[in-house]
């Protein structure tokens, strides 16, 4: 290898620009690939509409797709549906906290339990019902 440094060195560059890269590439992967932090998180699957017309590839899904859905998914054990978390400003604590929109069928189908309070119920799925409960995060 010292008799043809020429030869050496543009390998020994590349060898290491190629180690480097892939120990780069699969530490984006298995960052970006985690497991979900619920049970049997392979299971899950999430869906979405999308509007062609107006060229919209990830819609969130109406009150009336979802509750169609829900009818027609024979091969899916539980359903549940949310809405993407908004932050609200709580005047008197000062202290932000995110919140979301769920369904009553979202911590069974995730498999999780309220961290306090109790769970949804179906009767907690009406347009006057005003449930809160927790996820603690950690």
Request: with cysteine; aromatic share 8%; glycine share 6%.
């Amino acid at each position: 290898l010292c008799a043809t440094p020429s030869y050496t060195v543009p390998a020994a560059i590349l060898l290491t620009l190629g180690i480097g890269s892939t120990t780069a590439v699969f530490s984006v992967v298995d960052g970006v690939l985690k497991p979900l932090p619920y049970p049997d998180a392979i299971e899950l699957v999430r869906v979405w509409s999308r509007n062609d017309e107006r060229q919209i590839p990830f819609l969130s899904v109406s009150p009336a797709d979802f509750e169609d859905w829900r009818a027609r998914a024979s091969g899916l054990l539980e359903v549940g549906a949310y809405e993407p978390p908004r932050v609200l400003q709580l005047l008197d604590s000062g202290a932000p906290v995110t919140v979301m929109n769920v369904t009553s069928d979202l911590f069974p189908t995730l498999r999780i339990p309220p961290a306090i309070g109790r769970g949804f119920d179906s009767k907690d799925s009406s347009d006057t019902a005003a449930v809160t409960s927790a996820e603690r995060r950690s």
